[in-house]
């Protein structure tokens, strides 16, 4: 059975008062999705809430197991454990689901997409599909075309990520300890284990047996899932920075044919949902606070490997909340429509 095309769609958003359910509503309203109405669902802490879509006041409802009916699409972002439970009810109502969560990313009869680097993974009649973690989606979407030529033996990359990846609270977090700090009051650690102002973090999510972080093994076995290739060697190390909005990456590529930074900035340039910043004669190279708000990635720093034969540097930088989350899940929607 294909998918039921229609005029305009009933959406849901599970998580709507959350940091990405928030860039869901706006995403969908300045893409002009075809929207018919909008459903905005979150927890009985945030019953009476009301969000402006389209002009108009939209009250958040409290999530059920029945607020699926007559839905077309969900878009959850309430975390793993939401989605476990309420997922199977919205695909049960006939719902599309996508999903910003862990929770079903790595399942192999699940779909992992990025729509500028494996749209095709998306079935003719979806159910559950699952939305990469921000860290990776910023990378794949660089990686991709470069192993499409080049065929990718091995990355190492090192994460500078912004403290909205954790959430509201997070972002309330950075803000009361930044003031704090140069008030000279104690600081409180609620979100982070450490206090997250003026410091960096090598720890994202929990530690693993491996000595990794779960965050760290997500950019492995995602990007080896969406390029859809194994053999894909990643060495990551994930570290939150005090930035409020924008992941930023150091990533180093070695691959199967020679490459070169030149011709790969050309490559980039003529990819899909890249924007190459590089100027370094002018101080031109991707940065969080030019990110946010843009649907792009940006990628700059492209040199050649000084150490090795066949391997390449960059930096590239995305808002999280954006590409990393909310527009990705908006563009799968789109895709599903559109085709
Ligand atoms: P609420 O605001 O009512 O707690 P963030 O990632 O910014 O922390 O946001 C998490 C989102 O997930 C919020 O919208 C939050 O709603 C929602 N959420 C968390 N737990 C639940 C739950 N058990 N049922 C429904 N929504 C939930």
Redesign the pocket.
Known sequence: MAFNKKQKYIVGI?????????RMLTTLEERNFPVDRLVL???????G?TFSFRGQSIP?E??TENSFEGLDFALF???A??SL??APFAVQAGCIVIDNSSAFRMDKNIPLVVPEVNPEAIPEQPGIIANPNCSTIQMVVALHPIHARYRIKRVVVSTYQSV?G??????AELTTQTIGVLDNKDCVSQVYPHQIAFNCLPHIDVFLDNGYTKEEMKMVNETRKILGDDSIQVSPTTVRVPVFYSHSESVNVETEEPISALDVKKLLHDSPGIRIVDDPDKNEYPLAINAEGKDEVMVGRLRDDISKERAINFWVVADNLRKGAALNAVQIAEHIIQR
Not at 14 to 22: D, E, L, P, S
Not at 41 to 47: H, T
């Open positions: 599970v998580g709507a008062t959350g940091a990405v359910g928030r669902l979150a927890s009985p802490r945030s019953a809430q958040v409290i999530l972002s309430a975390g454990s939401v439970k309420y909205s954790s959430g509201q609270k997070a972002i």
